[in-house]
């Protein structure tokens, strides 16, 4: 039976029995978490080939995330891109507000099948936390949220949102007390609450099965978005971008356009105050191979395999990894990946909001930056896809102080 | 004891003393500490006290920035050893002078990424130079260990895997085929830190991993006291101790000399636990 909406690559770029894409990808985990995470790959290669389990998904996808999103295209925007045609994809209109719901209640239906009652989860800036609180109620599972305690500050709201939703979120308050921390301190979870616990990972990194498992549930946004403009502007575009901090996003909207070889793949990573800087998320630019959480990838590390501590404005993107499959598009060549600091983020964040009426979450802001560039690139003959992977409610508070927008900083 | 002979130091004498254990009928005690904390030459005291007080073997931690496998205690002693700049080199420092205090074997536990970022032979060849005896690799799991094993062969290390209480048989008997030195056999699902009782998962384990192999299997996670290392020297073939001896430290912080007194003394009372009949 084919299916609309939960589209996994069964043939494509699949990676290896052991889990990897090209050197990257792979299986580091303790012992303890061996039989767990062989089950999660077990139930899923299962549920891949239950037509129940697409059919409920896709139904899930349709009546409850308000699938298909729409590609809106924004030209006011776009006369500051050189002229270029620019389409969004519009993942912020998703129910939750981001993306992140389609890996969620993937999971969360696997959750299910494997008889498991209580889900854990890692957020950065809260936007699969607020995801998998909604899926946990949705599903009437128990649900627990680590946040780095940075992150349970800048995103407030969504930890309102999580705790409204009856999930429990722990701040985290180890190390850099962001992303990172926080998955650290989930792994931690996971190993002593195994045998109930499903730890429902948010992004294309982690031990495999998670990257090509996440993966597959996003896949619907190229997909959609490949069709979408090809009716639209009546050929494929000359690029497509997204940002990357973990890479789910940019990989569910890359995936469809790999065969694609006339389409620029561009991944948009957080530069903080510059790459030069020191005080940057930019994996792919300034990293290295090495293994974090679970899996083979590029890593901001130092040359004893001490991970350094990121910074980005943006909490979702302030991650010191990146999904596997990222580093092996990025090593094959087929995508390219760019750095993009926080002041240009912001720039184009206010940008789209006062052009378009769109205001974008800062993660989505640096693809938004991104593709202004490449649009003066390209020119007027410019065709540009842009994943808006999540709305900017969340980054109210942030953008208010950076901008001055609350009466008292404006005095 | 300083004076060692071509072998000792390798994974022949972590064997030996394990079998001498085994010969005086109790449990071998090994005990865990995280080099460079609460700095490098007080981690070398403080490991060599543990090996003079009563420990037969030593695990010398790499400490970490992302200890995943760690509880709060453990978390605390790395974030104070990074703090102070501890490097690779000062491990292999410790790894060092504790053996040549001492004379006994002394073993390294690391995160993977540390080792694969250094390089695996050049890890392994310097440590083996520094004379130790092996690695502890607790997030490489067997699927991903040939590198490393290649290069513990080649110098004589020891490779000691970690099993699980949800570690199904035929994977024991995986485990344990690839492993040299003896099996760390963890007591629980959790990670690192004292608990009140040490799991009834632990015996079950160690039961059905000797089914699979002539290896000594030593027992970790959890145990703190004399009582409890009695309890596991009755089924298991050694008593791993960390955080305790690592908490010891912690209660006396900026007092090196008191901190060195109160791990002798719980080497002592955990020594007096594993001959405990």
């Known amino acids: 039976m084919s299916t609309e909406f939960f589209i996994p690559d069964n043939e494509g770029q699949v990676p290896s029995a052991a889990g990897y894409f090209g050197a990257f990808g792979g299986k580091f985990i303790p012992e303890a978490l061996v039989a767990a995470v062989d089950e999660v790959a077990a139930e899923y290669d299962k549920a891949k080939a239950d037509p129940a389990f697409a059919a409920e998904l896709d139904d899930l996808l349709v009546n409850y995330t308000g699938r298909p999103s729409a590609l809106t295209e924004v030209p006011r925007f776009a006369r500051h891109a050189g002229g270029a045609r620019i389409f969004l994809k519009r993942e912020d209109l998703n129910h939750t507000g981001s993306h992140k719901i389609?890996?969620?209640?993937?999971?969360?239906?696997?959750?299910?099948?494997m008889?498991?009652?209580?889900?854990?989860?890692?957020t950065g800036a809260g936007q699969h936390g607020v995801a998998t609180a909604t899926a946990c109620a949705l599903f009437g599972l128990e649900c627990t949220i680590y946040m780095g305690e940075v992150d349970t500050k800048r995103q407030a709201l969504n930890v309102a949102r999580m705790r409204m939703l009856g999930a429990e979120v722990i701040p985290v308050t180890s190390g850099s007390r962001t992303l990172k921390d926080a998955i650290n301190e989930a792994f931690r979870d996971w190993v002593a609450n195994v045998d109930r616990t499903h730890y429902l990972f948010g992004t294309v990194a982690g031990p495999h099965p998670f990257p090509a498992m996440v993966r597959d549930f996003h896949r619907v946004i190229g997909v959609e978005a490949r069709r979408q403009i090809q009716e639209r502007a009546g050929r494929l575009p000359d690029a497509v971008a997204a940002c990357v901090g973990g890479g789910s996003n940019a990989i569910g909207l890359f995936h469809a356009f790999i065969p694609d070889t006339g389409v620029r793949l561009v991944g948009l990573e957080a530069a903080g105050h510059g790459v030069d800087s020191g005080e940057h998320a930019a994996t792919l630019t300034a990293g290295e191979p090495g293994i974090l959480h679970g899996s083979r990838s590029y890593v901001l590390q130092d040359d004893e395999g001490q991970i350094t501590e990121p910074y980005s404005i943006s909490a979702g993107l302030d991650y010191p990894g990146i999904g596997p499959e990222h580093s092996y598009l990025k090593d094959l060549g087929r995508a390219e990946y760019r750095p993009v600091t926080d002041e240009e983020a912001m720039l184009a964040l206010r940008l789209l909001s006062e052009t378009e009426g769109i205001i974008p979450a800062i993660e989505s802001a640096h693809a938004l930056a991104g593709a202004l560039d490449l649009g003066r690139e390209l020119g007027s003959e410019g065709l540009i896809l842009v994943n808006l992977s999540g709305r900017g409610d969340k980054d109210m508070d942030t953008a208010a102080r950076y901008f001055g927008l609350y009466d008292e900083e404006a005095k | 004891m300083a004076e060692t002979s071509e072998l000792t130091g390798r994974r022949e004498l972590?064997?030996?003393?394990?079998?001498?254990?085994?010969?005086?009928?109790?449990?071998?005690l090994v005990g865990y500490l995280p080099a460079g904390f609460p700095t490098v030459d007080g981690g070398i005291a403080a490991c060599t006290a543990l090996l003079e007080s009563g420990c037969d073997v030593v695990e010398v931690g790499l400490p970490h920035s992302d200890p995943v496998l760690d509880g709060p205690v453990i978390q605390t002693a790395d974030d104070i050893a990074l703090r102070g700049g501890v490097r690779i080199a000062d491990v292999l420092r410790t790894v060092r002078e504790a053996h040549a205090a001492t004379g006994a074997p002394v073993l390294v536990m690391t995160y993977w990424n540390p080792i694969d970022r250094y390089g695996v032979e050049r890890f392994a060849a310097e440590l083996a130079?520094?004379?130790?005896?092996?690695?502890?690799l607790p997030d490489l799991p067997v699927e991903e260990a040939d590198l490393w094993r290649k290069a513990a062969d080649e110098h004589q290390l020891a490779t000691v895997f970690v099993v699980a209480p949800s570690s199904r048989d035929e994977r024991l008997a995986k485990i344990t085929a690839a492993g040299s030195g003896f099996v760390y056999a963890a007591s629980l699902m959790g990670v690192t830190g004292t608990r009140e009782s040490v799991g009834r998962e632990a015996a079950d384990l160690v039961a059905r991993t000797r089914a699979t192999t002539d290896l000594p299997v030593c027992v970790g996670l959890g145990v703190s006291n004399a009582e409890q290392a009695a309890e596991v020297a009755q089924f298991a073939d050694g008593v791993i101790v960390g955080s305790a001896f690592v908490k010891r430290l912690l209660d006396h912080e900026g007092d090196l000399p008191a901190g060195l007194a109160a791990v002798r003394e719980l080497a002592a009372d955990l020594a007096a636990g594993v001959r405990r009949h």
Do not use: D, S, Y
């Open chain 1, 102 to 113: 389609n890996n969620v209640l993937g999971q969360a239906l696997l959750t299910r099948r």
């Open chain 1, 115 to 122: 008889g498991k009652t209580r889900v854990i989860a890692e």
């Open chain 2, 14 to 28: 972590l064997a030996a003393t394990l079998a001498a254990a085994r010969a005086e009928n109790r449990a071998a």
């Open chain 2, 129 to 136: 130079a520094a004379g130790g005896a092996g690695c502890i």
